[in-house]
């Protein structure tokens, strides 16, 4: 267990909209992901960040934004909920080295109606 | 660019029967790391292996067997003697070691279902 969670686990909204989900994480680590898994795409990665306000966008960046003021909390923005970003999310942790396998939180589903 | 490709979308074999699932991966950078993750039906995803591209030799845990190929680009993944707890998702993913922090580079997936 990395101890990661995250919040809400379930949420239904309306387009256009903002949304934030938070993950939060009780180890320290360093590097923080956000992932989105749609049908047929596996996982695709949103953001990370490598450290407190540090961040970078990942494949599927649009229409999201990121922010890390502390250590524990990796907080994902959708400014303007779309019905294209229902879905679920994952957020993940990496071990202490760069190199080390990710860990993953429960889930987010999202619907955006 | 990275890719894994994962061509087996659902494989479906009866209890007890071996299975193994492919994947295939591309990239430029001669350090990177595979991994293998499972998705159980409540959602979930659990880590199962780790391997880095010097590290050639095959990998058993109880049931579970990999066997990676650096000439073939594969990282297979076998089930032994299969149970009805194996059915899940498995993902296959790629870590490209740069120095930084990047996400991993997932395959889209092989739903396993092994029926009693």
């Given at each position: 267990d990395a101890g990661i969670t995250q919040s809400p686990r379930h949420k239904v909204t309306e387009t256009g909209t903002p949304v934030t989900l938070r993950c939060h994480q009780t180890?320290?680590?360093?590097y923080m992901y956000w992932y989105r898994q749609d049908p047929g795409h596996g996982l695709r990665l949103i953001h990370y960040s490598y450290g407190v306000k540090d961040t970078d966008k990942g494949e599927v960046s649009d229409g999201y934004s990121v922010s890390r003021s502390k250590t524990e909390d990796f907080l994902l923005t959708l400014e303007s909920a779309t019905s294209s970003q229902t879905s679920v999310y994952f957020c993940a942790i990496r071990g202490l080295a760069a190199y080390n396998e990710q860990f993953f939180g429960p889930g987010t589903r999202l619907t955006v109606l | 660019a990275q890719k894994v490709t994962q061509a087996q979308t659902e494989i479906s074999v009866v209890e007890k029967e071996d299975v193994t699932l492919d994947c295939v991966y591309e990239t430029r950078d001669t350090t990177y790391y595979l991994f293998w993750y499972k998705q159980p039906p409540s959602g979930e995803l659990v880590f199962l292996i780790r391997r880095n591209s010097f590290d050639e030799q095959n990998e058993i845990s109880g049931r579970y067997s990999w066997n990676f190929q650096k000439s073939t680009s594969s990282f297979n993944f076998t089930i032994t003697a299969s149970q009805v707890v194996d059915s899940a998702v498995y993902f296959c993913a790629l870590d490209y070691s740069g120095g930084g922090a990047d996400g991993l580079t997932f395959g889209k997936g092989t739903h396993l279902i092994i029926q009693p």
């Open positions: 180890e320290n680590h360093r | -």
